[in-house]
């Protein structure tokens, strides 16, 4: 496979993320049909990777996100979106084997094998919205509530059962492995997943007590600061042994780590155990972390670590809301994220991140399209982001 038939696949910083925004733009009016075809067709042009190593921001599921967002409106994308989805529920069955002879063996577990980018919960998003009655999806939730809910012994030490031995970033070190908190690759991410499921009526043995475990981690690990609660983006072996983090101060909010997306996980998990208190608490959180000090700190666009991401995850959780601090703020929001969508460069330029949907442009027009219409994405594409 090339280079550029790799990038075509990629969501994350691709021709994938760049042909999903003009699929929405398309739906929208503010484009065109025609162009987001042609981006289509770029994404599909060679051999589509549904191995092992395939997840939703990369290979078939990330192309079966795209063509199930266009085949509603065009029929003849229809067959193809059906063929893609048996890859995709091919995928998942290979790679839930490999995850229980995995759990089988008592190692630990990688960020690979669950996480939304590259693991189960990711695939386990798309079939939540497009395949919600398999059997693949029913073992995902089994699968992520074992992670929940069964913790590894190490050394006498009990250990979530998300924990990962490697690092977080290369540049990171924690020796000993980590638990991650954020939604991109930790707990929030399960939590999401979890409650999002139980939602719309998808539960499994052992789900609700699930969230409940997750719920109760990051009760355990908030921190009260002075510009309101905020949890570790991830916690060491020493930091679990201590029963605190090493650090007093937050990092930087964002979805993909930090006190917007673990806010809107938490305001999702007290939806669907219908509990108004955590409910209360959670949206307090995240409307706290929506103050012109906190967004201050920020200095990019993007989804992932920028402003777009905040602002969706906002906008989504201000939706679902018992009272109107969150839906305050939008304007407020909204004006940042105009304010720092700066021309990121086309997409033939050779510059990754100004294509894609994380960091670059791709993924501030989709949230800028949301500001502008002020309604939910036609296309659904932020159920990528596990806030919906």
């Known amino acids: 496979m090339t280079l550029a038939e790799v990038a075509g696949q990629s969501l994350a910083n691709g021709a994938a993320g760049t042909a999903l925004m003009h699929v929405e733009r398309a739906w929208t009016g503010c484009g065109t049909w025609t162009t987001a075809q042609d981006h289509i067709r770029r994404v599909v042009a060679g051999p589509v990777d549904a191995a092992e190593h395939a997840g939703l921001y990369y290979g078939a599921p990330a192309v079966a996100l795209l063509l199930q967002a266009v085949a509603d409106r065009h029929p003849r994308y229809r067959a193809a979106s059906q063929t893609m989805d048996e890859h995709v ?16 063996r008592e190692e630990p577990a990688a960020f690979a094998e669950y996480d939304l980018f590259y693991g189960l919960t990711g695939i386990g998003a798309l079939l939540l919205r497009h395949h919600p009655d398999s059997d693949e999806l029913t073992g995902i939730l089994r699968y992520v509530v074992t992670l929940a809910t069964r913790p590894r012994h190490e050394n006498g030490v009990a250990l979530p059962g998300w924990w990962v031995a490697h690092d977080p970033d290369k540049i990171m070190p924690t020796p000993g492995g980590h638990a991650n908190f954020g939604m991109a690759h930790g707990a929030a991410g399960l939590l999401s997943f979890l409650a999002l499921a139980a939602v719309h009526g998808r539960v499994v043995d052992g789900q609700r007590e699930a969230i409940s475990v997750l719920t109760e981690w990051f009760e355990r690990w908030r921190q009260d600061g002075t510009d309101g609660p905020w949890w570790p983006q991830w916690i060491t072996r020493e930091e679990l042994r201590a029963g605190h983090p090493a650090h007093t101060r937050p990092g930087r909010s964002s979805w993909c780590y930090g006190t917007v997306g673990i806010a809107r996980a938490l305001q999702l998990a007290a939806l669907a155990t219908d509990d108004p208190q955590r409910q209360h608490t959670a949206e307090d ?8 000090t906190q967004l201050d700190r920020i200095t990019e666009p993007g989804l992932c670590h920028g402003i777009a991401g905040i602002y969706q995850t906002a906008y989504r959780a201000s939706l679902n809301t018992c009272g109107p601090s969150i839906a305050h703020r939008l304007p407020a929001l909204a004006d940042r994220l105009a304010q720092h969508a700066r021309p990121l460069g086309e997409e033939d330029n050779n510059q990754v991140d100004a294509a894609g949907l994380l960091t670059g442009r791709a993924g501030v027009e989709l949230a800028l399209e949301t500001a502008r219409r002020g ?5 659904g594409w932020d159920a990528c982001l596990l806030i919906t």
């Not at 529920?89 to 089988?104: K, Q």
């Not at 959180?285 to 012109?292: G, P, Y």
């Not at 309604?375 to 296309?379: A, G, L, M, S, V």
Request: overall charge positive; proline content about 7%; charged content about 25%.
């Open 285 to 292: 959180a995240l409307a706290a972390s929506l103050t012109d």
């Open 375 to 379: 309604t939910p994405p036609h296309t």
């Open 89 to 104: 529920l091919r995928l998942t069955r290979r790679r839930l084997s490999n995850a229980a002879a995995r759990i089988d």
